[in-house]
């Protein structure tokens, strides 16, 4: 029955659909709940992910299939939300933590984008270091899983280091896009946020 499950189109994208409207509420959730919140870290989440599946896709990097395209979307997923979570959360303990600072330039007169560069960047770099890691240290810390699942699965050692190296770098480019994006989205911050 899963084999049916997964080499069906239908399925795979209503699996997806589900592992992404999970996955943003999540990422909202950590951040405070609110309605306006959750569209921006769907809509952030959703820019990275599409993007960077299109180019895997588009490329031939992997063969567009629906087994295919329920492994690497459930992994971009997963590590997207972590990825927003962590900036998220970050932006707003680095804007609490230095408010004066943040304070000080708006009565400068920047903009609020502007007067919370600094912890911006802080975030999206801190939200980026563990796929960073994971990313320099593969095969040498551990056996990543997509690697070890598509041996399990049957592909030659050549075949799932390459599947490997293609999710790793999907993993960093949607994490990218939807920290930056976010981070961007948030940034408009005119008065001290709450403690998370």
């Known amino acids: 029955m899963l084999g049916g499950v997964i080499t069906s189109p239908a399925w795979v994208g209503a699996a997806l659909l589900v592992m992404f409207s999970v996955a943003s509420v999540t990422a909202t959730r950590r951040l405070t709940w609110s309605w306006r919140r959750f569209a921006l870290v769907a809509t952030t989440m959703a820019g990275g992910i599409l993007v960077t599946v299109a180019v895997v896709f588009a490329t031939g990097a992997v063969e567009f299939t629906p087994r295919y395209a329920l492994a690497v979307g459930g992994i971009v997923i997963g590590n997207s939300m972590t990825i927003a979570t962590l900036a998220g959360r970050r ?64 592909a030659s050692p050549l075949e799932a280091g390459r599947f490997q190296v293609v999710v790793l770098a999907s993993i960093m480019a949607a994490g990218s896009i939807t920290a930056v994006a976010l981070i961007r989205s948030l940034g408009n911050v005119k008065v001290r946020p709450a403690a998370l």
């Open 91 to 154: 932006f707003f303990e680095a804007v609490l933590e230095q408010w004066d600072q943040v304070e000080g330039w708006l009565a400068l007169g920047a903009t609020p984008r502007q007067a919370t560069l600094l912890q911006a960047r802080q975030a999206v770099h801190s939200a980026l270091i563990p796929s960073t890691d994971q990313t320099k240290t593969t095969g040498l810390v551990a056996l990543p899983g997509a690697f070890v699942g598509a041996i399990f699965g049957g």
